[in-house]
Nanobody
């Protein structure tokens, strides 16, 4: 059974930074593609960032490119999302997700097999 737990969310001011963590258990991280998605109130869940199983490829939504960085530490079975220069529009519940698929777009939620419970990020103006 794969289990994922996100942490690191909180309430910050515009321009601040946060680092989200996602600890994965029940599966070897080195064979798993990982992604971060977010969902604001009343909106659909949106892709934020993804990293392939080897860590050699990363993908970002245009809205976060240059501000957010996804990384992984396979030894710790943990994926990170470093978020800098946060803006009010980044306010959302952030979810990490794991995918065993190959050859499918990591920007699509349907690619992912497992999801965490989410962590709230609130950016005040």
């Amino acid at each position: 059974q794969v289990h994922m737990v996100e942490s690191g969310g909180g309430l910050v001011q515009t321009g601040a930074s946060l680092r989200l963590s996602c600890v994965v258990s029940g599966r070897t991280l080195s064979t798993t593609n990982m992604g971060w998605f977010r969902q604001a109130p009343g909106k659909e869940r949106d892709f934020v960032a993804a990293i392939n199983y080897s860590g050699g490829l990363t993908y970002y939504a245009d809205s976060v490119k240059g501000r957010f960085t996804i990384s992984r530490d396979n030894a710790k079975n943990t994926v990170y999302l470093q978020m800098n220069n946060l803006k009010p529009e980044d306010t959302a519940v952030y979810f990490c997700a794991a995918s065993t698929a190959r050859g499918r777009s990591l920007r699509m939620g349907a690619t992912y097999d497992y999801w965490g419970q989410g962590t709230q990020v609130t950016v005040s103006s």
